[in-house]
């Protein structure tokens, strides 16, 4: 299975900051990582998906680049709402695999 | 706009089988594009995929390896709906269980709402 390196795994940062979230892959997934947000109690919901698309009513101070095995996932302008656990997955190959999640706390 | 209702019990004795349902409104369980996932998240957080029912002129199914002697996943074209079933559960399977839609291009664009499914006697 594809391994997924998630870092950092907990940040803590004030609203109108800018924080970088990384994954890395054990194996080149091409453009196939997207990304989630999840919110206590609630089911992750797409934010980006092929490396840098942003999903329909994100907003754009969500941003998403890489290649081959290392990606980010860039919030500028941080908001109170931001606040919560992000999590990259790649759906290259199965099993499709998850990081092991990002805690942001603003 | 498509909507994914979970249901299913939320207490499951340990050796017996787990079974959760999926209802599907907005979007076709037979859609050639889409194809219909479970998903778990253990109460460390993990995000784990199980597997997927999809129809492309013929159903196809996909489990996962870590799952796949004790899994099935069905669907009903009838009622708009796909199933879990987790065969001979453990402890070890007390997690959120999530059934989510992927189409061509979108990786898990809609979830259902979860289910905590606890196994204990």
């Known amino acids: 299975a594809i391994q997924m390196t998630q870092s950092p795994s907990s940040l803590s940062a004030s609203v109108g900051d800018r924080v970088t979230i990384s994954c890395r892959t054990s194996?080149?997934?091409?453009?196939?990582l997207g990304w989630y947000q999840q919110k206590p109690g609630r089911a992750p919901e797409l934010l980006i998906y092929s490396v840098s698309n942003l999903e329909s009513g994100v907003p754009s101070r969500f941003s998403g680049s890489g290649f081959d095995t290392f990606f980010t996932l860039t919030i500028t302008s941080l908001q109170p709402e931001d606040s919560a656990t992000y999590y990259c997955?790649?759906?290259?190959?199965?099993?499709?695999?998850f990081g092991q999640g990002t805690k942001l706390e603003i | 706009h498509v909507q994914l209702q979970q249901s299913g019990p939320g207490l499951v004795k340990p050796s017996q089988t787990l079974s959760l349902t999926c209802a599907i409104s907005?979007?076709?369980?037979?859609?050639?594009?889409?194809?219909w996932n479970w998903i778990r998240q253990s109460p460390s957080g993990g995000l784990e995929w199980l597997g997927r029912t999809y129809y492309r002129s013929k159903w196809s199914y996909e489990y996962a390896l870590s799952v796949k002697s004790r899994i099935i996943i069905n669907q009903d074209t009838s009622k708009n709906q796909f199933s879990l079933q987790l065969n001979s559960v453990t402890p070890e399977d007390t997690a959120v269980y999530y059934c989510?839609?992927?189409?061509?291009?979108?990786?898990?664009?809609?979830w259902g709402q979860g289910t905590l499914v606890t196994v204990s006697s």
């Open positions: 194996q080149d997934i091409r453009d196939d």
């Open positions: 907005g979007d076709s369980v037979s859609n050639n594009s889409a194809a």
């Open positions: 997955l790649q759906d290259r190959r199965q099993p499709f695999t």
């Open positions: 989510a839609r992927d189409t061509t291009g979108w990786p898990f664009d809609r």
